[in-house]
Structure formats: C-alpha cells, structure tokens
Nanobody, 124 residues
C-alpha cells in the first residue's frame, strides 16, 4: 500500500522559514511527479509546487514563486518544500501528493496518492 507521510510543520513568525518533508513508502516516487498542495481555513485546496521525476523540472504557484523551493531525493524516496520569507497567508495544512506517471497538473484531482497533511501556522 502506498503511503506518504509529511513532517516539518509548525508555528513560525512572519519572515521565518520552515522545511517540510514527505517520505514515501517503498518506491512510490520512482518515475512519478510529486507535488505540494495546501488548504487554508475556509478555502479550497490549492497547488503550491511540483517536481517531475525527469530532469527535476519544477513548477510553482505565483503566490510562492521566489520564496518556496521544492526538491526531491530519489535515493531516499523523499520530497521537500523549503519555505522562506513566510507570510501569514501561507498558513494552511500542507499536503504532499504523487501521480502514477511523470506529468504535472495544477488541479488536485489529478493526483493519486496523498499524505495526511501537516499544519503550518505563520503568526507573531
């Protein structure tokens, strides 16, 4: 059974940084694109960033471009989201997701596997 487990969330002040991790069971990430989504209170789940298996090509939402960095360590079957210059509006539950192939989509319903989410709160 495929499992994705996020970690690294927490409380941080505006302007601070956090690094989220997403560990996959077995070889879940092999040959597949992976992504981060988030859901803020009262809002729908939205795309944050994605990275392809092939060439490590990355994609970002405009709201996080230049502040967040997605990466993956294929040997460790782990994906990361480095979040810098955090803003209050980044507060959300962050989810990692994986597809069954190496395509990237910005809509959450195209992703096949999901983690349970990790809370990120940006507040002073």
């Amino acid at each position: 059974q495929v499992q994705l487990v996020e970690s690294g969330g927490g409380l941080v002040q505006p302007g601070g940084s956090l690094r989220l991790s997403c560990a996959a069971s077995a070889r879940t990430f092999s040959g597949r694109s992976v992504a981060w989504f988030r859901r803020a209170p009262g809002k729908e789940r939205e795309f944050v960033a994605a990275i392809r298996w092939t060439g490590g090509v990355t994609y970002y939402a405009d709201s996080v471009k230049g502040r967040f960095t997605i990466s993956r360590d294929n040997a460790k079957n782990t994906m990361y989201l480095q979040m810098d210059s955090l803003k209050r509006e980044d507060t959300a539950v962050y989810y990692c997701a994986a597809r069954v192939d190496d395509y990237v989509y910005y809509a959450s319903h195209w992703y096949d596997y999901w983690g349970q989410g990790t809370q990120v709160t940006v507040s002073s």
